[in-house]
Structures are given as structure tokens and as C-alpha cells.
């Protein structure tokens, strides 16, 4: 199903009248098709959606550095206006980059953060800045459940238990933790912490919650501070954006409040917890056990984590699913072509 169906637009203004007019007024000047940067590794069925449409500037083809790349897209005779961009830190959009490709008018990223992109940098700019919106939140919800219920009854670590005939050499695997009737603490009751909460409260889980003010709409106890919160709770939800004030929130005084029968489950960005800290954590049996869908310096992971029984990793990968996947190449489509056509982005991040 195309992405307008499932959508409402937005009729909010997103772009400077300069860069309006260059979007909307200019023809393309080779080919009859918008130039088009990518920077973001795609699969085919995708890449034959953006070259039917745009005309495609790979950077992950040219083989080139990233500014020289940028660079000569935007000393060719018909310069990108648009840039679709990978999430998680790859790939910066910072003044550098901007600098390399001045004409650019657009930045559509396909990650529900923005960490990666300077967004003060863009406004100043006049840069429209284009989100994932909500088409990664109900994967992610899943998938932060998933880890939680596979850390508190021990799954992973029970099936490489069983598949090195661990079974009947030595009994039965040690017993795990019921998920139901705990008391879950979230960090970031947005569109992924709320879904999180609701599946969490259809298994009896009592929720409580910590963000920037408290959220009118929900009945969840509410926590101005994260230790509080984690004092609180027999496990913690990492849900919140990355930011100055987030980073590194979850440190080794909340992780010491969490307790030695706490979880830690991190689906947001790996440096809002401390990450040496929560290692030494585990190690020291000062938290029971984590799970870790995203890490400080991705894909690296600390060697400690990886021989860890009482800790589950997934690689970045709580937002990819099928249907998430197709969902999202139209999302990044009807945002560039709302772009180009002058009309109000979905999903805006800049402006809103």
C-alpha cells in the first residue's frame, strides 16, 4: 500500500521562499530528473524505486570520500537539492557537509532519530529536514519486548544450552524470571515508550515513567529523575532520543539505584547509558542482565558483552522488519517528491 494512504500530510510550511523557488522552479538540468544524493545502502527493489524517479547520486558507488563525493555532486551542471541519508551516526550532516553541497535544500533521514543531523545548522540554513516518523514504532515496541522477555526467562542463552548437549550432560538449564507483575521504567514516553507501556501493561507489568514533563494523556507514575526512577523499577526501558541532556543518563549511579535483580533494555541510541559502566555492572553482579540493541561505538561491541549469558544482542535491528522496510521506501519517496513539488513534507522534522 503507498505511504499517502497511511498517512495524513501535513499542511505546514517546511521551506525557506529561496529554496522553495529553486526546488519547485528550476528544471533539471541533464536527464529530465531531480538529482538525487543517497547515502544510505538500499536494497534493489528500492534502488529501482528512486532511479524510476530521481536520478540517483550513490555515494556507497562512487568509491570516492564522502566530501570529495559531495563535492562534485554539487559541482555538476544540475546540483542536488535532496539527500537521502542513513541513520545512527554513519553519516553526519553537520556544516561540513552542508558546506560541500551548498545547493542542498532537503535532508530526508530514515531513522526515527536525528542525532546524526545538525539541525540548528540546517535551520540556519533553511534546510527542510524530513523523519522516519512513526513507521519504525511498532517494530521497535516488539522488539524491546522481545529482548526483555528472552533476558528475564534466559532464551538465548537456554538455546545454546540445548544445542551444545549441555541438556542431558548436565540437567536442566538454571530458572529464569517471570516478565509479569514487574514494575518497568521507561525512559521516554514517545511514540516507541508509549506503545512499549502498552504491551508491557497487557502483561500485568505496573509502568512508570521518566521524560521531559509529564505526559497528561497516560496514568503511569511519572519521575522527574532517572535514579528515582530506576529505584523504582525492576527494569529499565532506554527509550528516549539522544541528545546533550541524554547522553550518558543511564550511569553507574542509576544502574546501582536499578539494583542486583534489575534489566536493562536499550532500543534508543547506545550513548545514553554509560556503556563501560554498565559492563563493569554486569560483571560485578551489581544488575542481573541486559538487553542491548544498539552500542556506543557501533558495530563494534565491547568484547565483555559478547561472552555475557545474562545479556541478549541484537545489531541495531529493533526497526527492520519486511513491512517496515517497504513502508519506509515509500515514506522516503513521497517525502522527496513532496519536496520537489513544493508541497509540505510528511513526516518534518525541520521545520515544525
Not at 318 to 342: Q, Y
Request: proline share 5%.
Amino acid at each position: 500500500m503507498d505511504f499517502y494512504l497511511k498517512q495524513k500530510k501535513k499542511s505546514i510550511p517546511f521551506l525557506g521562499a529561496s529554496a522553495m523557488t529553486s526546488a519547485v522552479a528550476a528544471p533539471p538540468a541533464t536527464g529530465g530528473k531531480r538529482p538525487v544524493l543517497l547515502l544510505r545502502r538500499i536494497n534493489d527493489r528500492l534502488a529501482a524505486e528512486l532511479r524510476s524517479r530521481f536520478r540517483v547520486l550513490n555515494f556507497y558507488e562512487s568509491g570516492a570520500p564522502l566530501l570529495a563525493f559531495l563535492a562534485a555532486a554539487a559541482a555538476g551542471p544540475d546540483p542536488p537539492l535532496a539527500a537521502v541519508v542513513v541513520a545512527g551516526g554513519a553519516i553526519q550532516v553537520n556544516a561540513a557537509f552542508l558546506d560541500a553541497v551548498p545547493s542542498l535544500g532537503c535532508v530526508v533521514t530514515t531513522g526515527a532519530g536525528v542525532d546524526h543531523i545538525d539541525l540548528a545548522e540546517c535551520a540556519r540554513r533553511g534546510v527542510a529536514v524530513a523523519g522516519a516518523g512513526t513507521v519504525f514504532s511498532t517494530d521497535v515496541a516488539d522488539h524491546a519486548v522481545g529482548l526483555l522477555v528472552d533476558v528475564l526467562r534466559r532464551i538465548s542463552a537456554s538455546d545454546r544450552y540445548v544445542r551444545r548437549g549441555l541438556w542431558a550432560a548436565r540437567g536442566d538449564y538454571p530458572l529464569g524470571s517471570k516478565l509479569s507483575g514487574k514494575h518497568v521504567g521507561i525512559i521516554g514516553l514517545g511514540s516507541i515508550g508509549s506503545l512499549i507501556a502498552k504491551r508491557l501493561q497487557a502483561f500485568g507489568c505496573t509502568i512508570s515513567y521518566n521524560s521531559r514533563r509529564p505526559k497528561d494523556s497516560v496514568s503511569y507514575n511519572y519521575f522527574p529523575d532517572v535514579t528515582d526512577l530506576a529505584a523504582a523499577s525492576d527494569v529499565l526501558i532506554v527509550a528516549c532520543a539522544l541528545n546533550d541532556e541524554t547522553r550518558h543518563i543511564v550511569d553507574s549511579s542509576v544502574l546501582e539505584a536499578l539494583g542486583k535483580d534489575g534489566v536493562i533494555v536499550n532500543i534508543a541510541r547506545g550513548g545514553i547509558v554509560d556503556e563501560a559502566e554498565l559492563i563493569r555492572a554486569l560483571k560485578e553482579g551489581r544488575i542481573a542482565g541486559a538487553g542491548l540493541d544498539v552500542f556506543e561505538k557501533e558495530p563494534d561491541v565491547p568484547a565483555e558483552l559478547l561472552s555475557m549469558d545474562n545479556v541478549v544482542l541484537t545489531a541495531h535491528e529493533a526497526v527492520f522488519t519486511t513491512e517496515s522496510n517497504w513502508d519506509l521506501a515509500d515514506l522516503m519517496i513521497a517525502n522527496l517528491e513532496a519536496f520537489f513539488s513544493g508541497g509540505p513534507l510528511l513526516t518534518p522534522v525541520l521545520p515544525k
